[in-house]
Structures are given as C-alpha cells and as structure tokens.
C-alpha cells in the first residue's frame, strides 16, 4: 500500500505539467493556423502602439481571443468577434504590464507575470519537494524490506 501512495505526489506534479503543457501545444497549434488573420487587429484599439508576438488563445467561427504581448512591456487580451465576415474589435483587457498597472495572468501562459511567477513558486515548489520526499522514504522503505 505505502509502495502506491509514494506515487501520489508525482502523479500529480505530471497531470499538472500535462495540462498546463497541452494548454501550450494547444495555443500553439491555434495561433499557427489563424494568428496571421489577427496580426493587425490590435490597431483597432487605439492604446497599443506595437507587438512583439501574439497568441491566439480561442478561437471559434464567431470570436477569438488574441494574447497580444506588445514591445512596450505589456500583455494584452483582445477579445474580437466576427461581423459581416470581418473580424472586429469587441473587447479590451490588459493582463500584465512592467509599469506596475496590471499584474494578472493568463492561461497558460502564467510565467509572463510577477502573480503567475508567485503562483508557480507556490505550486510548484512544494508539490516538486514532497515527489523528492515521498520516493525517498519508499526507497528506504524498499531497502529495509529487501534486506
């Protein structure tokens, strides 16, 4: 029984980096096959300048939500939705920015921001030293009852 519960911890450390890891891929795939339609959107809010990349975080047929990550240090979610075939501009949220006016995050992507650095840390850490913790004492507990 202890053999089994020692895997616990690991367990969930691995279910935890495959969804936030599937989340990735799946953006990735998504920005690859409709970020080119969503390159010149964020004009349209007038308060972003310029972008260093995007992200397409969901899309569907009728709306999408594009992760813009501009050069001035700030990630911006826009939301758009699709009007007479063209694609508009429906909403406007700033997730993170350097200047201190935004520290929010945004999944998967929760490493862009000083909230999603912390939550990461408190996760992660503890969940990565209690996996270390519960194999070491099911490998002495291994040990003693082989001797």
């Known amino acids: 029984m202890m053999n089994k519960i020692k895997y616990i911890p690991l367990i969930l450390v691995l279910f935890f980096i495959a969804i936030w890891g599937g989340s990735i891929i799946k953006c990735e795939i998504t920005t690859v096959q409709h970020g080119k339609k969503f390159t010149d959107l964020y ?3 007038n308060m972003i300048s310029s972008v260093d990349y995007l992200k397409v975080l969901n899309y569907s047929d009728t709306s999408a939500r594009i992760y ?33 006016s935004a520290d929010e995050f945004v999944f998967p992507y ?9 939550l990461l840390a408190i996760l992660g850490i503890p969940a990565i030293l209690i996996t270390i913790v519960a194999l070491c004492i099911g490998s002495k507990r291994n040990a003693k009852s082989a001797s």
Not at 74 to 88: F, L, P, Y
Not at 110 to 118: F, K, V, Y
């Open 43 to 45: 004009k349209d809010t």
């Open 68 to 100: 813009y990550v501009s050069k001035g240090g700030m990630g911006n979610i826009i939301t758009v939705i699709k009007q007479d075939g063209q694609w508009a501009y429906d909403k406007w949220e700033t997730v993170w920015s350097t200047s201190g």
């Open 110 to 118: 929760i490493h862009h921001s000083a909230t999603g650095i912390a």
